[in-house]
């Protein structure tokens, strides 16, 4: 782990060990996502962003993810700069996008982020731009390590991926660089090829395991026979399942109306028994043996209080009893 100072805390909750053959990290139940900090869709003070990472680690969250495509490398920095003076914690960031100048400064990102469009994203999964990724991510971060290295998304450039960049990373955790490796994606076919073919640690999987959607389960029951962790990422499905009655995007587009009255009928089910929905959308990835972690994105110190107060609370065994036999959820 990272940092000089004092000793490291204990993770909310207890930990979970990410890594094999005698290496890895131990990772906080809840972690942070760094994208909202990096100005995603809308943008973040310094002031709020770094109250916002001091919260977290008031509430005992000691994983940190970001990415240098959070905001053109935005989120690394507020984040580096935020642990630079703190140990004990788990820093994770991504590789697959290098950022280099853009041709004009002027406008703004058209990825989402609420940023200046002076750099631009290029894809480079071969083993040096993973070299030159990890490096340059360093000197954002202003820090002398991270802990876990990703390989962000790499949908259109699998072959490659797994080919290149993951021998690259394989290297670096050989060497004691990184301490643990694996793959980030918002699909679960993919990863699987990670889980089968590569010796990777850990998988962070968005949206693919939740409340809605467990269609990355055959992902999951891989990674538990093979010892590979999963970071459950996008619990919330985009926003239907952060409040107690479903409200916002499903995956990130309208939601259709059987996915809204399947969200509502959930969210009736945690009433009955004294829960709510956020609560349970938390909750329900921990409850497989493989998932590690929930890594939450969070803009603000009022949304890390919140989440973390629900992950402190155990759902009832009977919401998912009544889910499972209302048909909600799977049997397994």
């Known amino acids: 782990m990272n940092g000089i100072d004092e000793p490291p805390a204990a993770p909310d909750g207890g930990g979970a060990w990410v890594g094999r053959d005698g290496g890895g990290v131990e990772v906080s139940r809840h972690g942070f996502g760094g994208a909202p900090i990096g100005n995603l ?8 962003a770094r109250a916002t990472v001091d919260a977290a680690w008031d509430a005992g969250v000691r994983l940190f993810d970001t990415a240098p495509h959070y905001g053109l490398g935005l ?7 935020a642990l630079k003076d703190r140990s004990g914690y788990v820093l994770s960031t991504k590789v697959g996008r290098l950022l280099v100048p853009a041709s004009s400064s002027d406008g703004r990102d058209e990825q ?3 940023v200046s469009a002076d750099l631009r994203r290029v894809w480079d999964f071969s083993g040096d731009g993973v070299r030159r990724s990890l490096e340059e991510s360093l000197e954002r971060l202003g820090l002398p390590a991270v802990d876990i290295a990703l390989i962000h998304d790499p949908d259109d ?13 394989a290297e670096l955790r050989a060497r004691g660089v990184v301490k643990a490796i694996g ?24 949206g693919r395991y939740t409340l809605l ?9 891989e990674c538990a026979r093979r010892g590979v962790r999963v970071l459950a990422a996008g619990v919330f499905n985009s926003g239907i399942l952060a409040t107690p009655r479903p409200t916002g995007t499903y995956d990130y587009q309208p939601a259709p109306a059987s996915v809204v009255e399947r969200a509502t009928r959930i969210a009736e089910i945690c009433e009955r028994h004294g829960a709510t929905l956020p609560q349970a959308a938390m909750a329900f990835p921990l409850r497989h043996p493989a ?10 110190p009022e949304e890390i209080t919140a989440n973390a107060a629900l992950l402190s609370r155990p759902v009832p065994e009977a919401v998912w009893d ?11």
Do not use: C
């Open 41 to 48: 869709y809308q943008g973040v003070s310094e002031e709020q």
């Open 75 to 81: 989120s690394e920095r507020r984040l580096g700069a």
């Open 112 to 114: 989402g982020f609420d």
């Open 157 to 169: 450039h699998l072959d490659q991926a797994l080919a290149e960049a993951y021998p690259a990373l």
């Open 183 to 206: 793959v980030g994606m918002n699909q679960w076919q993919a990863p699987l090829r990670f889980v089968q073919e590569t010796s990777i640690d850990v998988v962070m999987l968005a």
């Open 213 to 221: 959607d467990q269609s990355g389960l055959p992902l999951l029951e």
């Open 291 to 300: 998932v590690a972690s929930v890594v939450l994105g969070a803009r603000s």
């Open 322 to 332: 009544e889910l499972i036999s209302e048909g909600l959820l799977p049997k397994e």
